[in-house]
Structure formats: structure tokens, C-alpha cells
């Protein structure tokens, strides 16, 4: 298949940053303070690290992609607002690590208003948080905690000396997920091109899908396709289900052959610029529904568009979810499945053997984005701007009690979409996922 480049999109500018730090600011209490740390390398093995990933909200904050940074934000600093300590200048280390932007660099290509090397920070730090009454920080990591805590000891030791030490810790989590939640066109911009990536990957996998491949060389299509196109990794571990691995839900070991007469469910999603793509589609490994795999297909596929054209402002989650249990549920008991009325299996959750999971997630910097699904104990309504994938699926096991047909079929289906002001935009419509499209595809092999 043609394997052009696509045109990589802008990346997000400063004033967007600047804009979503004020944004954070302005919800905060007067004399407050925020620290929010940057990820650190993680050691994978002896003294060699894992492929470095900033931390999603500091990233969102800044843009600065170096590890063991550290932002205060000090609303209303006369001197600057925005203060950012990082890695240290450092000729021996950057021989053999690339170089480093240095504080320098970190006000000329980044924004902040003030920038000192690691080395100062202990000695400024203090200084900075001296009358602050409120410290924000993430209040689940240890070490900000543990910083936060020094600082007040300091300066509560220097208090005759007119120091005043912050009282509280606030948890600024929060805070910066609520504001993630709802997506800039800057944000959508490399979220549909995530999603343009992660579609052309996938349509890779089919045309080389064949029996007598294993699962992982479908994997290596579809991240041979992320790297290709400028992607840094997958957003998440590669799923690559041939035959009943597909119905479980979370199968990574991607190492069993590819059976013709099997489907094969394929979960997989590119991470650009940090923003992550997610889909999934099930197909033949040999380009051919038969007639039961495609009975059960059509019961998916059918929720799935349904869900899709219901994503709207104002609707919930829990609404798109409940209508996908109808429409699954009715096809189980068509299957012969379950028995009864649509109603009872639905009160007594008869439908969860054969559907675990929920129908949607957000999407956006992490592929279980952030952002609270509930808002003053009701299910959220969804607002433009907001990001969620739509993913329902019928997951049969290898049991005596199902027809032998049916046995070990599992099939999911996902999109992600964007929500709009007129309705929804899908992002990820560049994978075909109606049989007669997938099968035409895939004849061509």
C-alpha cells in the first residue's frame, strides 16, 4: 500500500500556555501558590531508562519536555508569575544525552517569566513561597509533598526573623483537569491528527492480515505506521487479539498465530505531541466474515453507530451507555444468549457475561483522560470540546453452554469523537468498520 507522510500539523503555541496558566491562576485564592512537579526517567533495567514521557499536566501547563523540571506559578509576583527550575547546564551529561535547554532557554523558548537551574532551587524556593498562605500542588505525589513540607519547616524556623510560612496544602489536581477536560481547536488539531495516524495504522494491519502470521506482526504494522508518521509511541499497549484472545479485554502478549476462520480485534492507538489516539476494530484474519461471526458483528457495529449520532451537548455518558445495553442486549437474546424480554436482562445485568465494560472514556492528553464523569452528584452532560471514544462490544467465551459457533468471538469497536456545538465530529473515520467496506479492503490483500 502507498506509504506517504502526512503533513504534521502545528504544534501549540506559547500564549496558549501563558493562557492556560493565567486560566488556573485566576481560580485560586489570593497570596496562594502552586508547584507542580515534571515526570522524572524511570529505570527499566540496570542504567538504562525507559523512553522518557512528561507528566500530562505539566505538559499541559508548559510544553517543556525535559524530566525532574519543577513550575510555581506565583499569582500576582511582580517579578513574574510563572517561575520554572530545570536541569542543570551540564557539558559531561549532555555529551551523552543531547543538550539541554537550560534556564536560559527555558525563557526564550518557553514562556516563563523567570527560569533558574536545579541547583538554585532549594536556596529560592523559599524565598518564592515566603507569604503565601495556600500552597497547590498534587497532593498524590510524595516527593511535591515531601518538598512542600521542607519549605515550611524553613521557613517556619525563620519566622522571628518575619518569614511566614504557608498554611495549608491544596490539592491543584483538581483544578487542571477540570480545565483539560474541554479541548482547544489547537488541542483537536493534533487530536484528529492522532486519530488520522491511528486509522491509517490499522488499515496497514488489514491489508497484511493473512493465516500463518502471528499476532505481532500486525503489531509491528501498526507502530512501524506510528513512527513512521511522527508519532513518539503507542498511546497504550498494543492489542492484538486473533481467535478467543479477543475476549480478553486486556491482551498484550500478541503471540498467537493467526487461525484462518478467526477474527482478529486489534485495540491500538498512536500518542502525537502527547495526545492520544484509541481504536478498535475486529475483522477476518482471512478477509471473510462467516455468517455467524458477521450475525454477531452486524449486533455490534449497529450499537456502535447508534451511540455515535447520540453524542450531542447536554447528552450523558450514562444515556449513550444505557442505549448501547438495549441494543446489545436485544442482539444477545436474537443470539439465542439469553432469554426473555430486553427489560429483565437488562435489571438483572444478565448482559454483563457478554459486555464488561463501559461504552465510553475521555480522550485527550491520557487515553483514560481526565475530568470528573459526574458533576454535583448527576452524570455529567457533555459540552463542546469535550473528547470520548465510543467502544461497545460482545466478548463469548469458550463455554459448553454457548453454540459452538459462537464460541471464543470477540468483537469491539471504537471511535473516538470530538463533541461540537451543532453535534459530534468522529476522528477516527479513515478505518473502514462495516463488513462490506473491511471485506472489500481486505480482498485486495
Known amino acids: 500500500m502507498p506509504h506517504d507522510i502526512l503533513p504534521r500539523p502545528a504544534a501549540i503555541g506559547l500564549d496558549e500556555y501563558r493562557h492556560r496558566r493565567q486560566a488556573l491562576m485566576a481560580t485560586l485564592p489570593p497570596r496562594s501558590a502552586v508547584l507542580l512537579p515534571a515526570a522524572s526517567l524511570v529505570t527499566r533495567s540496570n542504567d538504562s531508562e525507559y523512553a522518557f514521557r512528561q507528566d500530562s499536566d505539566f505538559h499541559y501547563l508548559t510544553g517543556f519536555p525535559e524530566p525532574d523540571a519543577l513550575l510555581v ?6 517579578e513574574g508569575e510563572t517561575v520554572l527550575f530545570c536541569q542543570d547546564k551540564d557539558p559531561a551529561k549532555e555529551a551523552w544525552t543531547g543538550i539541554r535547554i537550560g534556564a536560559e532557554g527555558a525563557v526564550a523558548h518557553y514562556g516563563v517569566d523567570q527560569a533558574f537551574e536545579n541547583a538554585e532551587r532549594d536556596e529560592r524556593l523559599s524565598e518564592l513561597l515566603d507569604g503565601r498562605e495556600a500552597v497547590y500542588l498534587p497532593l498524590d505525589d510524595e516527593a511535591a509533598v515531601a518538598l512542600a513540607e521542607e519549605v ?4 517556619g524556623a525563620r519566622a522571628r526573623q518575619g518569614a511566614e510560612a504557608p498554611r495549608a496544602l491544596c490539592d491543584v489536581t483538581h483544578l487542571i483537569h477540570e480545565r483539560r477536560l474541554i479541548k482547544s481547536e489547537a488541542e483537536l488539531v493534533l487530536m484528529r491528527h492522532a486519530g488520522e495516524i491511528s486509522a491509517r495504522a490499522h488499515v496497514r494491519a488489514m491489508h497484511t492480515s493473512r493465516p500463518g502470521l502471528y499476532e505481532y506482526h500486525l503489531q509491528a504494522e501498526l507502530e512501524h505506521e506510528f513512527l513512521w508518521q511522527g508519532g513518539q509511541a503507542p498511546a497504550y499497549s498494543t492489542i492484538v487479539g486473533g ?3 479477543a475476549c480478553v479485554l486486556h491482551y498484550i502478549e500478541n503471540a498467537s498465530p493467526l487461525r484462518d476462520g478467526d477474527l482478529v480485534l486489534i485495540d491500538a492507538g498512536v500518542e502525537f505531541d502527547l495526545y492520544a489516539g484509541d481504536i478498535t476494530r ?12 458477521r450475525r454477531v458483528y452486524e449486533i455490534v457495529l449497529t450499537a456502535q453507530e447508534r451511540a455515535v449520532q447520540a453524542v450531542a451537548p447536554g447528552v450523558t455518558l450514562a444515556e449513550i451507555h444505557q442505549g448501547v445495553v438495549q441494543d446489545l442486549t436485544a442482539g444477545l437474546i ?3 444468549l439469553l432469554e426473555g424480554s430486553v427489560e429483565e436482562r437488562v435489571e438483572d445485568d444478565s448482559y454483563r457475561r457478554f459486555y464488561l465494560h463501559s461504552t465510553s472514556h475521555w480522550l485527550g ?3 483514560h ?4 464523569y459526574r458533576r454535583d452528584g448527576e452524570p455529567r452532560r457533555l459540552e463542546p470540546g469535550m473528547v470520548l471514544t465510543v467502544e461497545p462490544g460482545l466478548y463469548l467465551p469458550e463455554d459448553d453452554d454457548i453454540p459452538e459457533a459462537l464460541r471464543g468471538i470477540g468483537i469491539r469497536i471504537e471511535d473516538d469523537v470530538a463533541v461540537t456545538a451543532e453535534g459530534h465530529e468522529v476522528l477516527t ?3 473502514p468498520k462495516r463488513v462490506a467496506d473491511i471485506e472489500a479492503l481486505m480482498v485486495n490483500n
Not at 515550611?152 to 521557613?155: A, P
Not at 483522560?369 to 470528573?372: E, L, M, N
Request: no cysteine; aromatic share 6%.
Open 365 to 367: 492528553l491520557d487515553v
Open 152 to 155: 515550611r519547616r524553613d521557613l
Open 243 to 245: 481467535g478467543a484472545n
Open 369 to 372: 483522560d481526565v475530568g470528573g
Open 282 to 293: 475486529t475483522f477476518p484474519v482471512n478477509g471473510r466474515f462467516t455468517a455467524e461471526q
Open 73 to 78: 506559578l506565583l499569582p500576582g509576583r511582580a
Open 429 to 431: 473515520s479513515g478505518v
Open 334 to 336: 436474537e443470539l439465542g
